[in-house]
């Protein structure tokens, strides 16, 4: 299921704009007219992006990385019932996810069922890397973990903090692409500048 | 000392695991290759009636010597393939070629290393720790015995260590105060380092804080309570180190409290947040007293900041941004001393190359993870603490225009031009096997 060939087959010596935009025309040179139109006619801004240093790293062993922020996608087939255990679980919880709070370090997660309730979809964008710390949830928040994960095949349970690091990286797909606004800024940190701007109004309150 | 009944196999495991340094200490490590598969074992099998075990590793003892074998070193001795690949990758392929995982770049980077360190050839390690030169002599000697009349056992380096005058180190601290409590060893923690924790965290073969056994190297007699050893090489800039106190501190006086402000303790060993303003030196020679505290009566850092050196190698109960179990991630640690005594008084940039350093043993069931997770997470990052980009003010690498943030009333105050004043130069990772697994390596030839 996981692929990572993404990064390898990527052209060693950096083009210029116009090799880019000259590679761009050949593999669109099949697209539909609209595709092709908007090559031509979008190509200013295109130039602005083919033209700047790339901003993607990767983070650990799969995954993207821009600046301190990791995208991390699974694919997750469900045990029969999971699903459904899984969907109920989410409905009852009305997006309250106090484990990854605790984490510090998720910025968002999504949950998608697809493939007609036989497989889940889950992503999420979390800083720096996943595995230092599995360990710690393995200690600190197995529960949280085993609740959801239980319903997915072969999840080996978060004690045994190996087998479920592979497992993990086993289902793990790397996305092809990755963008984030404010790559320097952690979850910690953007909560952090949430509380230092209230100060600041609150003291401009004050004063005016 | 108080005692408690032990739940570990102790004649099996090395005393280095357990037994703190003697004080004052005096010792020597030696690093060999083994050029002949069946020489080497030779040298194992004699080594091994000379290597102590951890019996009684609490009751005074005043000379011992430990082995470790790196993992080319297993290879060398002939040890199976199916054994070789049962141990973790990180072991495997050594700390050189991990330098990436564990931030060994820029000054850190392994090509600047000492030979032979990151070059293979380090195959066994040998330490002796004794309380006197005379016996530092006589331990080094029954040692040397063992090898040397084994033309395919060859020493590649040698390394005298010992206590600075007054146990300090080359920065001029009291050190090694703070140790994790293992479980089952016998005993009671002092007070102020926590519960006990789980043993499987530092030996092999007992169940770690998950509730678990961790993978253990195959076959069991092997991997069982044997443990593993990160080894690193420090040289201390002194130098740069007192530069940097008298560009941010203009008196003794001054310069002290921001020596402490960096550690986290006076250099007496006294915790600054147990003793805020003032050095107590009798605080820090009390092994009782030294290390009984939390951080609970300093939230925001104003006694002992948030990103001072022991702060960061156990936070305790600091309110840390990132899901943690500090127990996971803590490491044994033994440090050895080497070279010339600190000197307050250099400031040279010639002083900063004058051999003298620290060699640290750390050791740890998970050494090679859990030494890339406080190499990332605790020492050359800070936001883990909220301390942003900034990293650890003694061990940390530093980039250019690295800042150490203190903490105050009415304002923090930023100090600039931190430089590293530990700068790597070697390191090898080891198993330190169980008295049973170098009797088994020992015998793999057929007796």
Known sequence: MATQTATA??????????????????????????????LENGIRMLTEELSAPPRAETAGRIGLRQGKVSELTVFLPFVKGGAKRLRGLLQLLEGNFR????????????????????????ATAYDGDFDPYIEDFATKIPHAMDLWLSNCEGYPGMRSVQAAKDWIAK????????????????????RRLESVGKAVEELLDKLG | MAMATPMLDLHEIQATVLRLRPAP??????????????????????LTLHIASATNWWSKTNAWLAIGISYTGLEALGVPKESLQSFPEAFRVGMAARARELGDVGVNDPQGWEKPFGTGQVHIGISAFCDSEEKRQRTLAIAREQYEGLSSVRVLARQDFGAQPGDLNPLGYKDGIDQPPVEGSGVEPLPGQGRPIKAGEFILGYPGEAGELLPMPQPDILGRNGTFIGFRKYQSRVGAFNRFLHANASTDQERELLAAKLVGRWRSGAPLTLAPEVDDPA??????????????????????????????????????????DVNIHRLIRRGTTYGAPYDASALSEADDEVPRGAMFMFISAKAMATMEFLQQEWINDGNFIGAGDEHDPIIGRQEEGATFTIPKEPVRRRVRGIETFNVLRGGEYFFMPSISALQWIADMGGG
Not at chain 1, 20 to 34: F, G, M, N, S, T
Not at chain 1, 176 to 181: F, G, M, Q, R, S
Not at chain 2, 25 to 46: C, M, N, S
Not at chain 2, 284 to 308: E, I, Q, S, V
């Open chain 1, 99 to 122: 484990a990854a709070d605790a984490v510090g370090t998720v910025h968002d997660m999504r949950f998608v069922f697809v493939d007609d309730d036989t497989k889940l979809l889950f």
């Open chain 1, 171 to 190: 289902h793990q797909i790397a996305a092809e692409a990755w963008y984030v606004n404010s790559p320097n800024l952690t979850a910690p940190e953007t």
């Open chain 2, 283 to 324: 605080l820090g020679a009390d092994p009782r007293r030294n290390n009984d505290f939390d951080y609970a009566n300093d939230t925001h850092g104003r006694k002992a900041p948030f990103g001072c050196h022991i702060r960061r190698m156990n936070p305790r109960d600091t309110a840390l941004t990132r899901l943690t």
């Open chain 1, 9 to 38: 087959d990527r052209p060693k010596q950096r083009l210029t704009a116009e090799q880019k935009i000259q590679k761009l025309r050949e593999l669109y040179a099949d697209a539909p007219e609209i595709g092709k139109a908007a």
């Open chain 2, 25 to 46: 200490y005096f010792g020597t490590h030696v690093l060999l290759r083994v050029d002949d598969a069946q020489a080497g074992r030779e040298a194992i099998r004699r």
